[in-house]
């Protein structure tokens, strides 16, 4: 019984893993609240997103802690913007108006 109990836990854990989210990020940045903004992390980099919920167009941009910036983009409603980084001190801030 406890062999059956330890695989099937494997088994679930194993199931997460390879399910799991991107991680998501509260609200950061001078965004409007109608961007979301979440954040992804592989084995080599670290990746920042930011969707345009609004209703209008918006200029954003990624918000990396210790270093530089994404570059400002012009999002249209329901785009989808990025900003790719090694992994390491940078931490994700979220996203803001430009």
Same mark, same amino acid.
């Given at each position: 019984?406890?062999?059956?109990?330890?695989?099937?836990?494997?088994?679930?854990?194993?199931?997460?893993?390879? /399910?799991?989210?991107? &991680?998501?990020?509260?609200?950061?940045? =001078?965004?409007?609240? @109608?961007?979301?903004?979440? &954040?992804?992390?592989? /084995? *080599?980099?670290?990746?920042?997103?930011?969707? =345009?919920?609004?209703?209008?167009?918006?200029?954003?941009? *990624?918000?990396?802690?210790? +270093?530089?910036?994404?570059?400002?983009?012009?999002?249209?409603?329901? +785009? /989808? *913007?990025?900003s790719k980084?090694?992994?390491?001190?940078? /931490?994700?801030? +979220?996203? =803001?108006? @430009?």
């Amino acid at each position: 019984m406890r062999k059956t109990l330890t695989a099937l836990a494997a088994a679930c854990c194993a199931l997460g893993a390879a /399910t799991a989210p991107a &991680q998501a990020v509260a609200p950061a940045g =001078n965004a409007p609240s @109608c961007v979301v903004v979440w &954040q992804t992390t592989g /084995t *080599i980099t670290k990746t920042g997103y930011a969707r =345009n919920d609004c209703s209008r167009t918006l200029r954003l941009k *990624i918000v990396w802690a210790h +270093g530089t910036d994404g570059q400002c983009h012009t999002v249209r409603p329901g +785009g /989808t *913007i990025w900003s790719k980084v090694a992994r390491g001190v940078r /931490t994700f801030d +979220g996203a =803001n108006s @430009c």
